[in-house]
């Protein structure tokens, strides 16, 4: 039930060079009467007769007419305030929908919409919440489950949670019974979203994927468990409760998982200073 904690590496570095791309070689083009005189400017052009001239000159003529005619009276939708945008369209990167959410419980942002957008955001925020260092702490970890977990299914979440970070498990990767990294060391554990999708929405409840990307491990020199990085789908079973969406359970999957760059590893201590300096996002589109 744990997240976060079994991130794996994508595979063996495997980008292209830079150079692979786009190349420096150049494609010459024979223009018409060329001959085999140089492209670049000693090739003969055809001469246009006045005829060919006069219509041309004419069809452009015609296009200036034509895009003045449709621009007249456009005023009144483009000053409305939305006109613009509805007309060039939203990117595909860019943010969509409605203001994001204003309220927070125990930290972690609240007051989802109820449709899908709101499903998204919140299962989104939920799966970097359940996947943050703050699970490995019990008494931070309780704040968490209770303030994304729904009334119903609390107690049973807080229970599996508790199991899965076990004293044992932390003792294992290497962090103190308070879930505390050892002296001269920084655990890191990040759970950053990359998408969501709507598996299931039927108005009270709703199934949503995310698919994240994770840091997990132990900086230091002495470490044994050096923070790695791996990708996996977070799948989140929501519950409208009345005023917002709560957490049913949730469940861990592996992958889709992107070929891995060719950037240099960074040094133990390169990360350590990264993740103190800075801070993680929460998310709502």
Request: glycine fraction near 16%; proline fraction near 5%; charge should be negative.
């Amino acid at each position: 039930m744990s997240l976060g904690d079994e991130h794996g590496h994508g595979g063996e570095p495997g980008g292209r060079p830079d150079e692979s791309f786009g190349g420096s070689g150049q494609t010459r083009t024979r223009l018409p009467g060329g001959g085999d005189a140089d492209v670049y400017g000693g090739a003969r052009r055809p001469v246009r007769n006045s005829r060919s001239l006069i219509t041309v000159v004419g069809v452009v003529v015609l296009l200036i007419a034509a895009i003045a005619f449709a621009n007249q009276g456009g005023g009144d939708d483009t000053t409305s305030g939305g006109g613009t945008e509805a007309a060039t369209g939203a990117e595909p990167t860019a943010a969509t929908g409605v203001k994001p959410v204003k309220g927070k419980a125990g930290g972690i942002p609240s007051g989802y919409a109820r449709d899908e957008q709101g499903a998204q955001s919140a299962a989104a925020n939920y799966a970097a919440a359940l996947g943050s260092d703050g699970m490995f702490n019990q008494a931070r970890r309780h704040d968490i489950v209770a303030a994304v977990a729904d009334a119903s299914t609390l107690d049973k979440l807080q229970s599996g949670f508790d199991a899965d970070y076990s004293p044992a498990f932390l003792a294992q990767i290497g962090l103190t019974a308070d879930g505390g990294a050892p002296a001269g060391s920084t655990f890191v554990n990040r759970t950053l979203p990359a998408g969501t999708k709507v598996q299931k929405f039927q108005g009270e409840t709703a199934d949503v994927d995310v698919w994240c990307v994770g840091m997990f491990g132990l900086t230091g020199e002495k470490s044994t468990k050096p923070v790695t990085s791996g990708w996996f789908t977070v799948s989140v079973k929501l519950k409208w409760n009345g005023s917002d969406w709560k957490v049913l359970e949730t469940s861990q999957k592996t992958g889709p998982t992107p070929v891995t760059g060719d950037n240099p590893v960074s040094g133990s201590d390169e990360i350590a200073d990264a993740v103190k300096e800075f801070g993680g996002f929460t998310y709502a589109r």
